[in-house]
């Protein structure tokens, strides 16, 4: 969006068409709210940018069908003119009539037609440019069709549409609606409207149209020059079919002596198309110009819906505006009875209320109370450096208070409107630098995302995407999405991801996967597209194939070690009542549990995941688990399941902060999945530094039972970079994970599993033991105090990598360390043989 500049923010309400309760559709649900219908079309309009239109900005739905938008506005407009009952210059009228056309050309190439045009809705700027208001009222309302009033001013109103008649599709006088009004209606209202600026006063209402074109013809051989004259013709010709559109009269010769002093409109660049977004950039001949004064209003210099979004936060209240200027009116209950006759016809009760008829006044919203909270910051975190020069900027209180804020809550961080601020314009200018300045923004994004930008963010974050992109055109409790716009966009993104994955098929869930995308992108399906056809590769792989038993398979195995691993007491608790993850997870990790949460909580969710590679998911689902533990624990099979079947409130925060912890404890070739998606050559970990992985000797996961006790580790042929410590080096499991979070030689051991001495002797690593499964534990699986288990005990918490020669014997011994509820427990796949050619094995060494 545009710069505020010398706007000011705006608001209506009208109330659209309640429907009966008592009707449903043909699907037999109850018929969608006409005011949610018109939620759906208005979003459109946000993307509508012309210098000759005034911006829309947000709309809000309240009680009784009752709907506020926001918009861009201004305080002067064309009625001034009329109040003044002055007459206005030729060469006003021209350059009135010129830019109104500008912008009902620009309305009509994007399908849209004003038909609200008149004198109070043509504004004017501080340069006395027009703006035109309220463009978006017809297309919102579905022509109409959704509200109980008409569109347009009667005394502006073309002829053919005046015949039309009103109409209301609950009317049944009325077989079919009318045809919409097309382009030539407006041309009719500018007419009228220029013909009144020439007059300067309104046409009376009573005045009959023929007998209006003949006083405006003598009114026009006596005052208005021949130009003026002709120009009030062609708008003002009875026939549609002879009548001109907007983009004729644009090249009218009447406009010979003005067109040129207008450039043609650019239309903004977006984040991710082809084109150089700094191809129009001008610097001023005095490059001094640039310098900001100290009573620089640097706020204006940011974009609407910007103002706007920290407005709401810094107490901004709309239906609080309109109330104070008298728009909304609260009545007390019995004022609002409904109207009754009795037998003898005398009628009791109210009339109807007139405050739900349509009253267009826009209501200034004062950005005082934003000002006054943005006081205090300084005016160059308005323009933040994005390198490390920054580190050596002089701290202002504000930014001391800013980077205590940091350490806050995330849901106090995103209400907090000085952070906001500073957040939004930081990645506001980092993602102007997309992707020169992608390591910067997965470097902030790790901190958090502001909800203004998240869709961009995560686009950027995800999406390799240089260059325009296109699809084809071949989460019901929100307001947004539940719109038939929002099904329709829905159809179209979900078909175009089925038509160019032939090898996938649509499952049940992929709606889930796709609803937080188009949410965030719902103007942008193609954003939406691109963003879900990268996620779901990543995060996903093959998991839409028609037969996908064994990736689900696989992944719930995978999840299952992932509990032994950081919880063993929960996993065996689970696992004796036989509440396996293949009769709970599969919906969270299908939806990357979407289906499970919100998608208020689903946003905060991902902000992390998308940070993470494909093995976070399992550490989101620990995490949960682990926030029901005590109830898991303490209950059985039945009570579990009616516990999963309603899901209690999850912290959110807290998931995310567990799920990073428990991401960090994991090793990285634990999570290994035969079916995932193949790794690249250099991929980012998503929490620190990038890893280059090689080929590596996986082999497939052994086929036992053994298997959910514990993961397997392997190690990667490859260079060991030299950023990875001594003590990974020792541990023989190129874990990429070390890389950024490196264990100490406290926190990372191995425990040697050998039959005999002798082969312990012939080649170990550095710091392990040797332990005898018969020593370690007794006939009933219990551990058997000995001097070898007291230096388990001493190891409980720390990874610890199980190592023998025969892999069926380590998983025993791995399994038996978990049912005594050792955590962190793992076995090097492959075992002792996998190390002999690194290098890595000592002879000799102590024994225990």
């Not at 006395?128 to 109980?148: C, E, I, R």
């Not at 129009?280 to 204006?300: A, G, M, R, T």
């Not at 109207?339 to 349509?358: A, K, T, Y």
Request: aromatic fraction near 10%.
């Amino acid at each position: 969006m545009r710069p505020l500049k010398d706007a000011q923010l705006g608001a209506f309400t009208f109330f659209a068409s309640a429907l009966p309760h008592d009707v449903c559709g043909s699907n037999g649900l109850p018929l969608t709210p006409n005011s949610i219908k018109i939620l759906g079309r208005f979003q459109i309009l946000k993307t509508i940018t012309h210098p000759r239109l005034c911006q829309y900005v947000d709309i809000s739905r309240g009680k009784h069908e009752r709907l506020i938008v926001v918009t861009e506005h201004y305080e002067s407009s064309l009625s001034d003119f009329q109040k003044q009952g002055k007459t206005v210059s030729p060469e006003k009228v021209l350059q009135v009539a010129y830019e109104v056309l500008e912008g009902l050309e620009f309305m009509n190439k994007h399908g849209l037609v004003h038909r609200a045009l008149n004198a109070h809705n043509v504004l004017m700027d501080c340069k006395g440019n027009v703006k035109l208001a309220k463009f978006g009222f017809y297309h919102m309302t579905d022509h109409g069709a959704d509200v109980d009033f008409p569109i347009g001013y009667p005394s502006y109103l073309a002829p053919e549409v005046i015949a039309q008649g009103s109409f209301h599709p609950t009317d049944p006088s009325h077989d079919e609606a009318p045809p919409p009004s097309g382009p030539k209606a407006d041309v009719w209202s500018l007419g009228v409207l220029l013909f009144e600026l020439c007059a300067g006063r309104r046409l009376l209402h009573n005045i009959e149209i023929s007998e209006r074109l003949k006083f405006i013809l003598t009114l026009g051989d006596d005052i208005l020059p021949e130009n003026v004259q002709e120009l009030l013709r062609k708008c003002l010709t009875f026939l549609p079919s002879k009548r001109p559109t907007p983009a004729e009269l644009l090249g009218d010769p009447v406009f010979s002596g003005i067109s040129c002093q207008y450039t043609p409109f650019q239309k903004p660049v977006s984040l991710f198309s082809s084109s150089l977004r700094c191809a129009h950039l001008e610097l001023p001949d005095d490059i001094s110009d640039l310098c900001k004064d100290e009573d620089e209003d640097y706020l204006s210099e940011r974009a609407i819906d910007e103002v706007y979004h920290l407005w709401c936060l810094a107490g901004g209240d709309l239906e609080k505006e309109l109330t104070n200027k008298e728009i909304i009116q609260s009545k007390p209950p019995i004022c609002t009875l409904s109207n009754f006759v009795m037998e003898d016809g005398e009628s009791f009760g109210q009339g109807r209320d007139r405050s739900f008829l349509l009253d267009d006044t826009t209501v200034t919203l004062s950005l005082c109370q934003l000002r006054n909270r943005l006081k205090d910051v300084a005016g160059e975190a308005y323009y933040p450096l994005l390198e490390d020069e920054q580190s050596s900027l002089p701290q202002s209180n504000s930014s001391n208070e800013l980077s205590a804020t940091v350490t806050l809550p995330l849901i106090i961080r995103e209400r907090d409107t000085e952070y906001q601020l500073i957040r939004i314009i930081l990645f506001d200018r980092l993602l102007k630098g997309y992707p020169y300045k992608k390591n910067l923004v997965w470097k902030e994004a790790r901190v958090d995302i502001p909800p203004l930008v998240r869709g961009l963010a995560w686009a950027a974050l995800q999406v390799e995407i240089h260059q325009g992109v296109d699809i084809p055109r071949c989460h019901q409790y929100d307001e947004l999405l539940s719109s038939p716009q929002g099904h329709i966009k829905f159809r179209r993104v979900l078909k175009a991801w089925v038509v160019s994955h032939p090898d996938l098929v649509y499952w049940q869930g992929l709606d889930s996967l796709c609803a937080p995308f188009l949410y965030l992108n719902f103007n942008n399906e193609a954003l939406a597209y691109a963003c879900m056809s990268a996620f779901i590769p990543k995060y996903l792989y093959n998991f839409f194939l028609k037969d996908n038993s064994h990736v689900i398979q696989e992944y719930l195995t995978v999840f299952s070690q992932m509990i032994a691993f950081h919880d063993p007491e929960l996993s065996n608790h689970l696992n004796e009542i036989g509440f396996i993850p293949d009769l709970y997870a599969i919906p969270w990790f299908l939806t990357m549990f979407t289906h499970v949460f919100p998608l208020h909580k689903i946003f905060h969710l991902w902000d992390t995941l998308l940070l993470g590679n494909s093995s976070f998911p399992f550490c989101i689902g620990v995490a949960i688990l682990q926030q029901l533990r005590d109830r898991l624990l303490a209950n059985g099979f039945n009570e579990c399941i009616l516990l999963f079947s309603d899901l209690p409130e999850i912290d959110i925060e807290r998931c995310v902060r567990e799920s990073i912890n428990l991401f960090c404890w994991t090793p990285k070739s634990a999570t290994y999945r035969q079916h995932a998606q193949p790794p690249k050559t250099t991929a980012d970990n998503g929490f620190g530094k990038t890893a280059t992985y090689y080929s590596s000797d996986y082999q497939d996961m052994p086929k036992t039972d053994l298997v959910r006790h514990c993961p397997f580790i392997r190690r990667y042929f490859s260079h060991i970079p030299p950023w990875i410590c001594s003590a990974c080096v020792k541990s023989i499991t190129r874990l990429p994970l070390l890389c950024v979070f490196p264990f100490s030689p406290s926190l990372l051991n191995t425990v040697f599993l050998h039959r005999t001495v002798h082969s312990y002797s012939r080649g170990h690593i550095s710091g392990s033991i040797n332990v005898a499964f018969n020593t370690a534990f007794g006939p009933d699986g219990e551990l058997v105090q000995c001097p070898a288990t007291g230096v388990l005990q001493n190891y409980r918490g720390r990874v610890i990598v199980v190592i023998s020669h025969a892999m069926k014997s380590a998983a025993m011994f791995a399994a038996h360390l978990v049912k005594v509820n050792f955590p962190r427990v793992c076995i090097l796949d492959g075992g002792i043989n996998k190390l002999k050619p690194t290098g890595l094995l000592t002879v000799p060494s102590p024994q225990i």
